[in-house]
DNA sequence: ACAGTTCTGTACTGAGTTGTCAACTACGGT
DNA sequence: ACCGTAGTTGACAACTCAGTACAGAACTGT
């Protein structure tokens, strides 16, 4: 009965996240996201609640789709559970993976985790930002912890090593990668060092 | 013959860093700098030329203190070698350390690296923010593989691991941890994974 | 065809921002 | 004691920003 919306959300919210990834929260305005995403101020602010509420929804979108994909690219059966985290461990490092078919980012900087940028950038004065950010990141662990228990059940991995604690540093080197490809590092450098902390993983003792 | 200057150039730079820590570079506006630092717009101007040079100034500052401390912290005789890397490592997932005396900071998410949050920020679009990130970090793992290397000499590390990889991989651990600790995690859950990443080192084989 | 309802875009307001400038202040040499 | 030089200050003008309000457009159900 009324006149339908004229655009896609999710469409928007994408293009608002790539704005925000490339200039900051504070450093892009209301009309940089009207620019980036092709509607009006109005409407930006009756569908989303003006810049903050832009951005938790796009962050939701994006916790949705880390949520949808990590664990369906983890999850499988005990035998494959080590090389599909090898897999994983290094599209990784080319920025945080959401999808099958989406190559690797251009511009290593642009590809960094959505969540974490935002968390690291204004985090400090937004709970609400830091705690989607830590949700993130929990359902990454949980993902990465489970793929380690497959792997320890199938014999590849020290079933005496922490799986939590091993997914944890995972994360955190895969966060860190994040960081130091923003500094402009090469990404044959950053593929080298996945392949280092991969190799590290604590091997079962052979007698 | 003329007035000197009021203030001093250092405790007007740190109190500026923090400020830009804490509320990031586009966070921050020039009034918030004056307050900060407790000399007005005028003189912020005319000493570093406006927000942008304050930070360049600041930057700098923190890169001859990271170039200053980290070297001397894990330099030495090859026998301590691994113990001096360890405890760097363990003191620098509460924050990079840059002076002996210095306890760590009360709120972990200030304390991460303020080259790297900077370059996050606004990396993207400031190739000279980017650059002196890059020094910082190369400083660090210079440092941290020529450690490595002395407790290879000392037969603490394999000899056959790549030192500057292995560098690299744990200082890309020490970022992700600047990452995450600034999402809320406990420092003793950090310095668990800390642990973790030392143990993975890799050893020599024994026969 | 029409009416009602929702969407869209532009114009507006008040607050906040940056960079500059001229007046003022403090100090050292003479 | 004075005077020139350099440092300091607060105010100012131009601009940008977030958020709001309003008028027009578009679509659906009758």
New interface residues.
């Given amino acids: 009965m009324a006149r339908p919306r004229s655009f896609d959300r999710d469409h928007v919210l994408h293009a608002a996240e790539r704005q925000f990834r ?6 892009t305005s209301v009309d940089d996201l009207s620019a980036a995403t092709g509607i009006g101020r109005g409407s930006l602010y009756a569908a989303f609640d003006g810049k903050h509420g832009v951005l938790m929804h796009a962050m939701t979108g994006y916790y949705a789709r880390l949520a949808q994909f990590a664990p369906q690219a983890l999850a499988g059966p005990d035998e494959g559970a080590l090389e599909r985290l090898h897999r994983y461990l290094l599209r990784a490092v080319n920025g945080v993976p959401l999808a099958d078919d989406v190559p690797p980012a251009p ?1 290593r ?2 590809a ?1 985790c959505f969540a ?2 935002m ?7 937004d709970p609400e930002v ?1 705690r989607m ?2 949700d993130c ?1 929990s359902v990454l662990a949980t993902a990465v912890a489970e793929c380690l228990r497959a792997a320890q059940r199938n014999g590849d991995i020290d079933p005496d090593a ?1 799986a939590d ?2 997914a ?2 995972l ?10 490809g ?4 090469s990404p044959a ?1 950053l593929t ?2 996945a392949e ?2 991969f190799a ?3 091997r079962p003792h052979h007698h």
Same sequence: chains 1, 2.
């Fill in positions: 490339t200039t900051g929260y504070n450093g511009d900087a642009a960094a974490a940028k968390a690291m950038e204004i985090g400090t004065s830091r950010a830590r990141f922490d604690d091993l944890y540093l994360l955190i080197v895969i966060r860190g990668t994040d960081v130091v923003a500094y402009g590092h450098r080298s060092i280092s902390a590290l993983l604590p």
